[in-house]
Structures are given as C-alpha cells and as structure tokens.
C-alpha cells in the first residue's frame, strides 16, 4: 500500500514521468556512487522538500534517476538523520517517495562502525536483521498522524519486520566481492539515535544484544519499506574497526574513510542491483 499525502511527490512529477524499479539511498561519504549511473534527471532536494536536505557533511541532497547495471533506478544522494531534530516520517521521505513514484524495492546502504572485532574498515556487511535502539519508529508517528484511518480500508500498522532484508543474493555477492578482493559478511545492524558515539559501555552492550555493525540511520527506512510492503537490501560500509578503551571516532574519519573505499564498495553496490531479487 502506499502512504498517504508524501510531500515532494508532486514537485518530482512535475518534472519528469520516471518510474524506478529500485530506489538506493546512500549514506556518509557515499553518494558519488551515483556518478556511475546513466542519468536521465537530477534535482536538488531543496527543489522537492526541505524537510529532505541534509545538514550533515558527506550527504550531497539530490536525486538522480537513470539506468544503473540495466536496472531503473531512483538515487537518493544523501539522507537526514532523527539527531538533527528531524521526524521519523521526515527521514523516511525518501523511501516514501521511491514508493509514490512506483518503485517496488529499496536498496539502502550506510556507513557503519564495526561491533565485531573481526571486521575492519573497508569490509562490507549485508544486513541480515536490526536492533533498533534509537527509541522511536516511524510507523508509530505515520499512525498518530492517520489517527482512526491507520486501522481502516484494510490498513494496519502491524508489520512484522521478522525476516524483511533480502539476503538470498549473499553468496552471489560474496563472489563478486572475491573478484575484487573485498570482505563481505552478513549481520546485524544496531541502530543508535546519535549524534554522539557510543561510549565503550554501549558498544559491549550492543554486541551482546548480537549486534555486528552499528549506525545512525537506515532502520527507520528499513521499516517505512516493510510497511509499505517493498523488497529490502541493505548493505554497509564498515568505516571504522570495532573500539576499543578510550580511543576516539570521528565524522571526518568516518568520511576519509568511506572516499577511500568507495570504489570497491560501489563495485559491490552495482552487483547488488544486478542480482537484486
């Protein structure tokens, strides 16, 4: 089902008539992923809404649409992030979007910190199931905006998340990602609110709760997409090994480090939409 009332959704058709099988959001340091694509339009996102430009560095705020490795694509260039005071529907706008303009799958990706000592920076994770804990969700606020309409004409807010990211492609993409001498690993995503980092507390807490990387964002759109009933890949880009004591993190690393291994995480990224389900 699509959602209701999706801001944006008008000035994009305005412009052009696309329609996307797949849509890619593309976090921290990787949006020049999208200079492989053919591209066909491009917008700024402060033409479509404000409430999607990003006030965080290495998020570029525009939409290309195009052919990427023979697939029809929506490339969401940048996202925002509930610790810049947005709204959980606020930072699933692109996901809404990429429904309201007839895409039936989202594939999401992000930087991440590594929870798992075994992974390092450069290694790329599928994403085989969640933890959210960054206290909300945006179903809760989509159903306290329809009030009585959430539970009507067949609608209901309960979808079950169990196995909703898409992984029968992983062994397929561990191949590729052989060929060019990359890591790649399935797990589990912790998702914190931000924007600072976790303490060395926290981050043995979230392995133990199992777990693997850890990040920012990405849930929120993950569950938007369930509940509009779209097919999910995600994939990550470890940016930093796991910490340990006291040793610090920051956003200009996480940034060098995702430039320095965009290339190889984009060859991926470019697999995933071949063999995308």
Same mark, same amino acid.
């Given at each position: 089902?699509?959602?209701?009332?999706?801001?944006?959704?008008?000035?994009?058709?305005?412009?052009?008539?696309?329609?996307?099988?797949?849509?890619?959001?593309?976090?921290?340091?990787?949006?020049?992923?999208?200079?492989?694509?053919?591209?066909?339009?491009e917008?700024?996102?402060?033409?479509?809404?404000?409430?999607?430009?990003?006030?965080?560095?290495?998020?570029?705020?525009?939409?290309?649409?195009?052919?990427?490795?023979?697939?029809?694509?929506?490339?969401?260039?940048?996202?925002?992030?509930?610790?810049?005071?947005?709204? !959980?529907?606020?930072? %699933?706008?692109?996901? /809404?979007? +990429?429904?309201?303009?007839?895409?039936?799958? @989202?594939l999401?990706t &992000?930087?991440?910190?590594a929870?798992?000592?075994?992974?390092?920076?450069?290694?790329?994770?599928?994403?085989?199931?969640?933890?959210?804990?960054?206290?909300?969700?945006?179903i809760?606020?989509?159903?306290?905006?329809?009030?009585?309409?959430?539970?009507?004409?067949?609608?209901?807010?309960?979808?079950?998340?169990?196995?909703?990211?898409?992984?029968?492609i992983?062994?397929?993409?561990?191949?590729?990602?052989?060929?060019?001498?990359?890591?790649?690993?399935?797990?589990?995503?912790?998702?914190?609110?931000? !924007?600072?980092?976790? %303490?060395?507390?926290? /981050?043995? +807490?979230?392995?133990?709760?199992?777990?693997? @990387?850890?990040c920012? &964002?990405?849930?929120?759109?993950?569950?938007?997409?369930?509940?509009l009933?779209?097919?999910?890949?995600?994939?990550?880009?470890?940016?930093?090994?796991?910490?340990?004591?006291?040793?610090?993190?920051?956003?200009?690393?996480?940034?060098?480090?995702?430039?320095?291994?965009?290339?190889?995480?984009?060859?991926?990224?470019?697999?995933?939409?071949?063999?995308?389900?």
């Amino acid at each position: 089902m699509a959602a209701p009332s999706i801001p944006g959704l008008a000035a994009i058709r305005a412009h052009t008539d696309f329609v996307p099988e797949i849509a890619v959001v593309l976090g921290s340091g990787l949006s020049a992923a999208a200079d492989r694509m053919t591209p066909v339009f491009e917008m700024a996102y402060a033409h479509i809404h404000a409430s999607l430009t990003p006030g965080v560095a290495g998020h570029a705020g525009r939409l290309v649409f195009g052919t990427w490795n023979g697939r029809r694509v929506a490339a969401f260039c940048g996202r925002t992030h509930l610790y810049e005071g947005r709204t !959980p529907l606020e930072v %699933t706008l692109p996901v /809404r979007l +990429a429904r309201g303009l007839g895409a039936k799958g @989202v594939l999401l990706t &992000s930087s991440v910190g590594a929870l798992d000592p075994e992974l390092r920076a450069g290694d790329a994770v599928l994403i085989e199931d969640h933890y959210n804990a960054m206290g909300d969700n945006p179903i809760r606020e989509l159903v306290a905006s329809l009030g009585a309409e959430a539970f009507q004409n067949g609608r209901t807010p309960f979808a079950d998340p169990t196995g909703m990211y898409q992984t029968k492609i992983f062994e397929r993409l561990r191949v590729r990602a052989e060929e060019k001498k990359r890591r790649l690993s399935k797990g589990v995503l912790a998702a914190v609110l931000g !924007p600072v980092y976790e %303490t060395p507390a926290e /981050r043995r +807490a979230l392995r133990v709760l199992g777990g693997d @990387v850890v990040c920012m &964002s990405l849930v929120p759109e993950a569950l938007m997409a369930r509940y509009l009933g779209m097919k999910i890949v995600a994939l990550a880009l470890v940016t930093n090994g796991a910490v340990a004591g006291t040793a610090a993190v920051t956003h200009d690393e996480v940034l060098r480090a995702a430039s320095e291994h965009a290339k190889g995480f984009t060859d991926l990224l470019e697999a995933a939409l071949e063999i995308y389900p």
